[in-house]
């Protein structure tokens, strides 16, 4: 039986991408002011994931329910082969290497870490059939993530294989129905138990170029949120669709977000978030069943190029067991820019909505554009839902100290773009994947386990 709407207990569950073995600073995204800085810099792949880890082991500890979902495959010879490479494995590595080194860089990119990129999820108590429905984003509008989705569908169907969840196939890889997943998508509602309001930020509505971005591509269309509101049964009186502001794209805002974040009836933004804010505030009351929670600040306070270069609304808002207010989970890169810093500890003082304030060092990811909010998806589970949940990704001790045994044992301290071409690094890659599988229990998701 799929959970009932009306069920009394639910949890949200983070689910952290584990950041892969080839993390490296390639600069491949267009319209990314943090991953076009850092292209071509050294990076410590151990480092990076070590950090995420602890991020999520920090929020496991106070109370809050955490999971992980694993790393793709990388570099990627399949899709070298698909693009005429031909020999083995390491022949193919070399001739890509001395041909095509932005190619190989491509193919090699650790961006799956950003789980908030890899589907859009619609909790069982949106849904007309009263299960959780997932769809893997297409991400078409990158190369180096344009790969993702086939080994993305797999992985979450075996970690969410119970017949309470939904399974879609990703939307055409068409320009019309480019998606990018819950990055640009928000659930609002009074408790997570109950029916809440999906809220879908576009960038472009394809009828009016005229009001899209000018400098950098607007990555989510108007067509591909609403056909994933379709699909996933939503009530047409509970959805709201958004565009976002072209001016923000145009200075980094490649998600929403990059620019405002929600938890139940909270939504914390930037005044520059939205084309029409005023219309998605009336939207968004008439949906809720209760009354919207705002925390709009001002660029008076906080202007647009502070908030991109600190990460601000990159941050995790939670709701942790005992507290009166959320808790903001920002990157330590929010110290360090003064505007920011100075109003963050100012809304912590005096806001009763924000009880707390947590930076984490997340530099290795923040360097190529992630922050808090990118390396995690976020899926209202039933208590049920948990409780048959059979693969071994939620986060206990003993998970935790496995996991970083296996990044200690399995991943280089340091990583440069030539360093990419090693066969030795994709046998590595190979080897520590195939023991990750084993130690989630999630079977054969790799291209490599199933040839």
């Known amino acids: ?17 584990i950041v892969g ?28 994931a070590l950090q995420g880890l602890e991020k999520a082991w920090a929020l496991h500890e106070m109370g809050l329910k955490q999971g992980v979902i694993p790393p793709q495959e990388r570099p990627h010879i399949p899709t070298l082969r698909t693009l005429g490479f031909c020999g083995t494995d390491s022949e193919i590595l070399r001739q890509c290497a001395q041909r095509a080194p932005q190619l190989l860089a491509a193919v090699s990119s650790a961006s799956s870490m950003w789980v908030a990129n890899a589907c859009t999820v619609s909790p069982y108590a949106d849904t007309a059939d009263g299960k959780t429905h997932l769809t893997p984003a297409n991400l078409l509008s990158m190369f180096h993530r344009s790969i993702e989705p086939p080994t993305t569908g797999r992985v979450l169907e075996a970690i969410f294989s119970a017949d309470s969840f939904v399974h879609h196939q990703p939307l055409p890889a068409a320009p019309s129905f480019s998606d990018e997943g819950a990055a640009n998508h928000t659930r609002l509602c009074a408790d997570y ?29 108007l067509p591909a949120s609403q056909a ?32 405002a974040v929600g938890n139940q009836d909270l939504l914390f933004h930037h005044e520059m978030a939205f084309a029409d804010t005023q219309s998605v505030y009336t939207q968004l009351n008439t949906a809720l069943d209760s009354e919207l929670q705002v925390i709009a600040v001002p660029a008076d306070a906080v202007s647009l190029e502070d908030a991109v270069r600190s990460y601000l609304f990159n941050s995790q808002l939670l709701t942790v067991p005992g507290q009166q207010g959320a808790l903001l989970v920002v990157p330590m890169e929010c110290r360090e820019v003064p505007s920011v810093h100075e109003y963050l500890m100012a809304l912590e003082s005096e806001s009763p909505l924000i009880e707390k304030v947590r930076f984490f060092d997340l530099r290795q990811s923040m360097n190529n554009g992630g922050g808090p909010a990118c390396l995690r998806l976020r899926v209202v589970m039933s208590q049920q839902q948990i409780a048959e949940t059979d693969a071994n ?21 340091r990583l440069t773009m030539n360093d990419l ?19 989630l229990k999630i079977g054969s998701v790799y291209d ?3 040839t």
């Open 421 to 439: 071409q090693d066969p030795n690094l994709l046998d590595e890659c190979r080897t520590a994947l195939d023991e990750l599988t084993q130690l």
């Open 193 to 221: 138990s109950q029916a809440g309001v999906e809220l879908f930020v576009y960038g472009d509505d394809l009828s009016n170029k005229a009001a899209g971005p000018k400098k950098y591509p607007a990555r989510q269309t």
């Open 393 to 413: 990704v939620l986060l206990t001790a003993s998970l935790y100290r496995q996991l970083r045994h296996w990044i200690e044992s399995h991943y280089r301290d």
């Open 228 to 259: 994933i509101a379709r699909s996933h049964g939503l009530n047409p009186d509970k959805v709201v669709f958004a565009r976002q502001n072209p001016d923000a794209i145009d200075q980094g805002v490649f998600h929403n977000d990059v620019i």
């Open 21 to 48: 073995p080839t993390h490296n600073y390639a600069g491949l995204s267009f319209g990314n002011v943090a991953s076009t800085e850092h292209g071509g810099r050294v990076s410590s792949p151990r480092q990076a």
């Open 448 to 450: 490599f386990q199933r």
């Open 1 to 17: 039986m799929p959970p009932s709407s009306t069920q009394a207990e639910a949890f949200e569950v983070n689910f952290d991408g």
